[in-house]
C-alpha cells in the first residue's frame, strides 16, 4: 500500500534546525515525486520543495531557498527536508507528499502523511 509518514518534528529556537523524514513505502523513489508542504490554521497549504523521482532534482520555494535543503536516501526510500535558520513565521504542520511531477501545488500530489509539528519559539 502507497504511504508516507513524516517525524522529526518539535519545538526548537529561533536559528535551530531540525530534519525532518518523510519514509516511502509501497513503491520506490525513482517512481513518485516528493514534495514537502507546511500549513498554519487558516491559511493556504503552501508548497516548500520537492525532489523529482527520475534524476533527483531538487526545487524550492522563494521563501525557503537558502536555508532549507530536500534530499533522498534511496536505499532507506526516505526523504529528507533539512530545517535551517528557523524563524517563528516557519511554525507550522509540515507534510510530505508523493505525486508526479516535482511541483509545488498541492492539488497535483495523490498520496499525503499525517504531517509533523515545527514549532519555533524562543
Known amino acids: 500500500q502507497v504511504q508516507v509518514v513524516e517525524s522529526g518534528g518539535g519545538l526548537v529556537q529561533p536559528g535551530g534546525s531540525l530534519r525532518l523524514s518523510c519514509a516511502a513505502s509501497g513503491f520506490t523513489l525513482d517512481y513518485y515525486a516528493i514534495g514537502w508542504f507546511r500549513q498554519v490554521p487558516g491559511k493556504e497549504r503552501e508548497g516548500l520543495s520537492c525532489?523529482?523521482?527520475?534524476?533527483?532534482?531538487?526545487y524550492y520555494a522563494d521563501s525557503v531557498k537558502g536555508r532549507f535543503t530536500i534530499s533522498r536516501d534511496n536505499a532507506k526510500n526516505t526523504v529528507y527536508l533539512q530545517l535551517n535558520s528557523l524563524k517563528p513565521e516557519d511554525t507550522a504542520v509540515y507534510y510530505c507528499a508523493a505525486g508526479s511531477p516535482c511541483s509545488t501545488w498541492w492539488n497535483e500530489y495523490l498520496y499525503w502523511g499525517q504531517g509533523t509539528q515545527v514549532t519555533v519559539s524562543s
Open positions: 525532489i523529482s523521482s527520475r534524476e533527483g532534482i531538487t
